[in-house]
């Protein structure tokens, strides 16, 4: 995507070009990389400073606050430092291989560097994605209520996109959609390849009468679950003029139970995701749903 011609102009060879022109076409981005490695507030300090007073920044909660494993050579040294001899000799470490210090560490510093996004009322939600291996359970309900407990406590907050298709089953759907409701959690809607344990149903609840988030992952169920070269293979899948138009429905319903509704496309291959993004503002706007 940030090759010259795929979405930006030429001109735009820098980071700070990039997001300035970016802001010039959308409302709204979401920040991934945090979901690799822990920010620093210096980061959220210059995305403050490159973009207008209305933009929309969503974060991807780091890989430990959800139950994923993260690199060890990608945490905070004050983090490396202080692990246990065991897990520091690991490639990869799990939150459940850390003292409740520690874990308490890792929220308490990408918190703390997203604040100048929050003081500046550009930050809209903190995306906490659950793998496919946390499924319906009473540990994993308490997984999530932790979480939600931990934004709520601080003012920020969470928007939850489950992974597992089982917290979705004609039982477990009505005790997901309670848990969501009770922790005031807005649920994010995904459009994604079907028939996989971590293919989730189009599921349109609004959980949370502030937010409610729509993830577009695209359709591709050859690369999906497959292992690839580069993370956006993954998502190599330009939506066509009817599957977008499918939606228009659904989020126009959505739109008037929420206060704000988040689109997504995160179908990042190339210009896909940019392409599909536009185009469906075009059809929002032509729907004459509030807000485009």
Known sequence: MTAAGVFYPGNARSAEDRLRYYTTRFPLVEVDSTYYAIPARRMAELWVDRTPGDFTFDVKAHALMTGQPSEVTRLPREIRDALPADAAKKARVYATELPA????A????????LRPLRDAGRLGAILLQYPKWVGPSRANAALIEDAQRRLADGGWRGAIELRNRDWFDDRTRPRTLALLRRTCSP????DSPPGFQSSVPVVPEVTSPSLA???FHGRNTDTWEAKVTHVS???????DEKQLAEWVPTISSISEQAEEVH?????CYGNYGTTNALEMGGMLLEAGV???
């Open 290 to 292: 509030a807000g485009f």
């Open 187 to 190: 649920y994010v809607i995904v």
């Open 233 to 239: 293979q993954r998502f190599r899948y330009l939506y």
């Open 101 to 104: 210090e520690l874990k308490d």
């Open 213 to 215: 988030v729509v993830r």
């Open 106 to 113: 890792v929220w308490s510093m990408f918190l703390d560097a």
């Open 263 to 267: 689109l997504v496309f995160n179908n």
